[in-house]
């Protein structure tokens, strides 16, 4: 069983920068393709960004494309979410997803292992 931590979310004006990370807990014996989604109130979770296991191939949700970048760690099954040019729209818990596979992946019953996810909060 694999745990993931997400970390870097917080309150920040419009127009403001954060960036996501996540990583397992524990050791991971496999490289995986991983994914970050996020969920506002009374929404369900949605796709935000994807990179296959060996980060050489991304794909966004259009309503992030050219403001949010993902990219994978150096550490083994790490991954970061650049987030700029903030929108009070991107307020969410954004969560991480992890999983075996070749390709990237978008939805959400795709993945196998989540983290408990982060809160980011853009004020206008």
């Known amino acids: 069983q694999v745990q993931l931590v997400e970390s870097g979310g917080g309150l920040v004006q419009a127009g403001g920068s954060l960036r996501l990370s996540c990583a397992p807990s524990?050791?991971?014996?496999?490289?995986?393709?991983m994914g970050w989604f996020r969920q506002a109130p009374g929404k369900e979770r949605e796709f935000v960004a994807a990179?296959?296991?060996?980060?050489?191939?991304?794909y966004y949700a259009n309503s992030v494309k050219g403001r949010f970048t993902i990219s994978k760690g150096n550490a083994k099954n790490t991954v970061y979410l650049q987030m700029n040019s903030l929108e009070p729209e991107d307020t969410a818990v954004y969560y991480c997803?992890?999983?075996?596979?070749?390709?990237?992946?978008?939805?959400?019953?795709?993945?196998?292992?989540w983290g408990q996810g982060t809160q980011v909060t853009v004020s206008s």
């Open positions: 997803g992890a999983r075996s596979g070749s390709s990237y992946y978008i939805i959400v019953d795709e993945y196998d292992y």
């Open positions: 990179i296959n296991w060996s980060g050489d191939t991304l």
């Open positions: 524990g050791r991971t014996d496999n490289n995986y393709a």
